[in-house]
T-cell receptor
Framework: DSGVTQTPKHLITATGQRVTLRCSPR?????VYWYQQSLDQGLQFLIQ???????AKGNILERFSAQQFPDLHSELNLSSLELGDSALYFC???????????FGPGTRLTVL | DAKTTQPTSMDCAEGRAANLPCNHS???????VYWYRQIHSQGPQYIIH???NNETNEMASLIITEDRKSSTLILPHATLRDTAVYYC?????????????FGKGTKLSVKP
């Protein structure tokens, strides 16, 4: 158990819909990262927040957005969903000085 | 960040040492070598990292060549639970700020 929690575990929805994925980092961790893992693209970095501020952006689509709240939990919002958005979405967290990122168990999104 | 090259797959007998190679010939002087693994759709798990000296922890050993252009992750006594995809990642500095760029990794199969 990494200490990072993600909800829900599974999500099944239809094209065109909007969903929100939630992540609670390890206690005390200020950085939260979101990654997407699909069969054809592998694990790809989406976005990072540090203490509520966006820190880095990767291959995140404009239809996707994220935020980190004052209690440090984070949400990833996916809108106008397409079939190709079906993937595992992982959240990771790290503290200010740690060298390692701790990953959550992921949310499996299926878009039908 | 520098790119890495790893074999697509490897087999190892249970109880034997698993030696996973990684080439990172374009690594810069301030870039670290990190290893993560992912056990079947679970969140990636940090294993070890190093800059130029060999490193050992309770999970594995990391051997980095003197020119730093390649490294080897060693699992001294592989078990069936070590079956996973192992990712070698080269990353600037050891701080927590910075996403991980995952390649395709090496699929290690530990066989009885």
């Amino acid at each position: 158990d990494s200490g990072v929690t993600q909800t829900p575990k599974h999500l099944i929805t239809a094209t065109g819909q909007r969903v929100t994925l939630r992540c609670s980092p390890r206690s005390g961790d200020l950085s939260v990262y979101w990654y997407q893992q699909s069969l054809d693209q592998g694990l790809q970095f989406l976005i990072q927040y540090y203490n509520g501020e966006e820190r880095a952006k990767g291959n995140i689509l404009e239809r996707f957005s994220a935020q980190q709240f004052p209690d440090l939990h984070s949400e990833l919002n996916l809108s106008s969903l397409e079939l190709g958005d079906s993937a595992l979405y992982f959240c990771a967290s790290s503290d200010r000085d740690s060298n390692e990122q701790f990953f959550g168990p992921g949310t499996r999104l299926t878009v039908l | 960040d520098a790119k890495t090259t790893q074999p697509t797959s490897m087999d190892c007998a249970e109880g034997r040492a698993a030696n996973l190679p990684c080439n990172h010939s374009t690594i810069s002087g301030n870039e670290y070598v990190y290893w993560y693994r992912q056990i079947h759709s679970q969140g990636p798990q940090y294993i070890i990292h190093g800059l130029k000296n060999n490193e050992t922890n309770e999970m594995a050993s990391l051997i980095i060549t003197e020119d730093r252009k390649s490294s080897t992750l060693i699992l001294p006594h592989a078990t069936l639970r070590d079956t996973a995809v192992y990712y070698c990642i080269v990353r600037r500095n050891g701080g927590s700020q910075g996403n991980l760029i995952f390649g395709k990794g090496t699929k290690l199969s530990v066989k009885p």
